[in-house]
T-cell receptor, first 111, second 115 residues
């Protein structure tokens, strides 16, 4: 139990589909993050939320749309994705400088 | 901008061997430094951290010392086990960012330990 739960663990979607990734943290942290992990590339920060307000959008294409309804929940809405968007999507949360707590990730495959 | 460089992998060792994974960084100010580990099919887990120069982080037999003079944070373990096989990431905090901390990660080093 990491304290950060991501669902689903695996997702296969067509390029015309719309799907959502969910992240939930039970740690009382104030900040939540979406990262993309692709093969042979460094982790890419996508979005940052602090007290449910978005504080960074790291030049992410509009086909990725985040939503943070409260400090405990974070969503990533997906639509009209490309095959190169296939990756492991990681959610994390943090409080101050103690480092991130990561979820187990959603393995996304776009076909 | 801030960046982290890790030694190229993959690294393959025999059980009970000594491990070093090099990590150097470029940063302004005084970042905190971290090592994360990722086991197959999982997210990243915090392994250890150091928040100021000369601090030593340690956990599960792993150690790393924050060396400001060499801008390094090398990960070491005296005797590795098969269960240590994973991908290891070095990271630094990019300073407080409006209440959230932004971590910059290295590219990761895959470690395989053979029995």
């Amino acid at each position: 139990e990491t304290g950060v739960t991501q669902t689903p663990r695996h997702l296969v979607m067509g390029m015309t589909n719309k799907k959502s990734l969910k992240c939930e943290q039970h740690l009382g942290h104030n900040a939540m993050y979406w990262y993309k992990q692709s093969a042979k590339k460094p982790l890419e920060l996508m979005f940052v939320y602090n007290f449910k307000e978005q504080t960074e959008n790291n030049s992410v294409p509009s086909r990725f749309s985040p939503e943070c309804p409260n400090s405990s929940h974070l969503f990533l809405h997906l639509h009209t994705l490309q095959p190169e968007d296939s990756a492991l999507y990681l959610c994390a949360s943090s409080q101050d400088f103690y480092g991130y707590t990561f979820g187990s990730g959603t393995r996304l495959t776009v076909v | 901008g801030n960046s982290v460089t890790q030694m190229e992998g993959p690294v393959t060792l025999s059980e009970e061997a000594f491990l070093t994974i090099n990590c150097t960084y470029t940063a302004t100010g005084y970042p905190s430094l971290f090592w994360y580990v990722q086991y197959p099919g999982e997210g990243l887990q915090l392994l250890l951290k150091a928040t100021k120069a000369d601090d030593k982080g340690s956990n599960k037999g792993f150690e790393a010392t924050y060396r400001k003079e060499t801008t390094s944070f090398h990960l070491e373990k005296g005797s590795v086990q098969v269960s240590d096989s994973a991908v290891y990431f070095c990271a630094l905090s990019d300073g407080r960012f409006q209440g959230a901390q932004k971590l910059v990660f290295g590219q990761g080093t895959r470690l395989t330990i053979n029995p």
